[in-house]
């Protein structure tokens, strides 16, 4: 059998234009074109892929989103490499409005999810402002930060059951979706696919996360939800210095309060609210140094007064450590923050400002964020980068026990001067971070050499995972540790 044979020849890609759009991404990974796309439609077809891929010795790309793309995990690692494209697979399996989990096909993005959850009265849990084409379930299974920290109870979160197609060609479903019985009958039955550890005490689900499609390629996932807030109310706090806006976010996670809870320079935030090159620099100008963006929903039958009660111990906790709830700060208002938090327009948030952006993002705790981002800072002086480029996203994780913080190196596509810098930064400013105490839990492209050199233990136990669910090595060869 061939590929041929396995899709419409319409699903078989090889023209030099599309293979061009595979060929690189926007990070400093090295381009490799690849041998062809297949774009799949069915957990069948991506079945038959793989087990045409082992037959064939031929390593598989998985691929869900649309580009643009900036961590190198898309990008082909050795050469002869298929794409395998799944952003075709768009159907809304299952909404559970009971439950609140909803069952998705990589390919759906944000904005295709939120109209048919808004029909069952939930919402979707989202990353900070995901492009256009980004998808749903990669972005969970990629451990991508959701805004509602107080729905983040465990890494994992929001993803729960997945089925999966492991590099051996064998289909297994994780969690409590992996019962010996088809999926409308669980359903007959009144079971949600919910839990996602299982089958058994070992949780396949989280093997899966973080492994940029080396273990298996997942054809529908599980997602929580939240409820539709028939009312919202957003403020902004400014301050001249983030470490108060930390202590503000603890409290406010510490205590369950709110929705959105976050923390962006001016950098970002005017890359958020502005459209061209001159709104972003007049915005920059207004803004204050660093803003917390605060939601709070009226979800239930009382929504009004969960709005009241929630916004008046959250002015106490800023009042507690020097600060105030504001709706207008200079240069923007709360209600124009609320209207960016969708999707991003065109062109791409991140690629407004100077045309070009690379990122660097790690796990710390919200007391040591500040440090590590003076650290960068530092080191993009020695290296004469401007640093008021450096965009600064803080999102505190799994009820404020610890953040994400998200760094966007913005430069000039056309030097090659700050290319290099920013190269540099991603690369080597890595080491340094980590060295700093920053854990890079999605090692991609340079910061695996970082994460596994100071735990090769790891890199051990996943070489043996790998021989178990990819043993010819076919998904993704050339990231992680593989």
């Known amino acids: ?272 609210l502005g459209t061209t090159e001159d709104e972003i620099r007049t915005l920059r100008d207004r803004l204050p140094p660093w803003v917390l963006v605060l939601g709070i929903d009226g979800a239930g039958v009382l929504p009004e007064e969960k709005i009241a009660y929630q916004e008046a111990e959250c002015a106490d906790v800023a009042q507690s450590v020097g600060l105030a709830l504001h709706a207008v700060l200079p240069g923007t208002t709360a209600r124009a923050v609320e209207a960016v938090l969708g999707a991003s327009s065109e062109p791409y948030w991140k690629l407004r400002w100077r045309g070009a952006c690379a990122e660097i993002f790690f796990l710390t705790t919200l007391d040591k964020a500040c440090g590590l981002v003076d650290t960068l800072r530092g080191l993009a002086a020695d290296r004469l980068y401007c640093t008021e480029d450096i965009g600064v996203y803080i999102q505190p994780t799994v009820q404020g026990a610890n953040c994400h913080v998200h760094l966007d190196l913005s430069y000039a596509p056309a030097s090659r001067h700050d290319a290099a810098k920013v190269a540099w930064l991603v690369d080597e400013g890595a080491a340094v971070l980590a060295g700093a105490g920053a854990f890079f839990s999605r090692p991609y492209g340079p910061w695996a050499r970082v994460a596994y050199d100071r735990n090769p233990q790891v890199a051990v136990a996943q070489r043996k995972l790998k021989q178990i669910f990819d043993p010819n090595g076919i998904l993704n060869p050339g990231k992680l540790c593989f």
């Open 1 to 272: 059998m061939n590929l041929e044979e396995i899709v419409a020849e319409k699903n078989l890609l090889t023209t030099p234009e599309v293979l061009e759009d595979y060929r690189r991404d926007r990070s400093f990974v090295r381009p490799i074109r690849p041998r062809a796309v297949v774009k799949v439609r069915s957990a069948g077809e991506v079945q038959a892929v793989v087990t045409w891929a082992n037959e064939t010795r031929t390593p598989l790309v998985p691929v869900s989103s649309a580009g643009p793309h900036f961590n190198g995990d898309t990008v082909p690692s050795v050469g002869g490499a298929v794409i395998v494209d799944l952003s075709d697979m768009k159907r809304v399996l299952r909404v559970d409005r009971r439950n609140r989990v909803v069952m998705i096909e990589p390919g759906v993005t944000f904005d295709e999810l939120r109209p048919a959850l808004e029909k069952a009265g939930l919402a979707p849990l989202t990353p900070l402002v995901p492009r256009q084409g980004k998808s749903v379930l990669t972005s969970f299974l990629e451990r991508t930060p959701i805004t509602a920290p107080r729905f983040h109870w465990e890494p994992q979160d929001p993803l729960q059951c997945v089925e999966v197609i492991y590099g051996t060609g064998e289909l297994m479903r994780t969690g409590s979706a992996a019962l010996p019985l088809s999926l409308e009958k669980q359903w007959e039955l009144g079971k949600a696919q919910m839990r996602g550890m299982g089958p058994s005490q070992v949780d396949f689900t989280r093997l899966l996360q973080g492994a940029q499609g080396t273990l298996g390629v997942v054809t529908w996932g599980s997602i929580k939800c939240r409820p539709l807030p028939k009312q919202k109310k957003m403020f902004l706090v400014g301050c001249t210095a983030a470490a108060p806006l930390m202590e503000l976010a603890y409290g406010i996670t510490f205590r369950k309060l709110g929705e959105e809870v976050l923390v962006l320079n001016r950098t970002n935030l005017s890359a958020l």
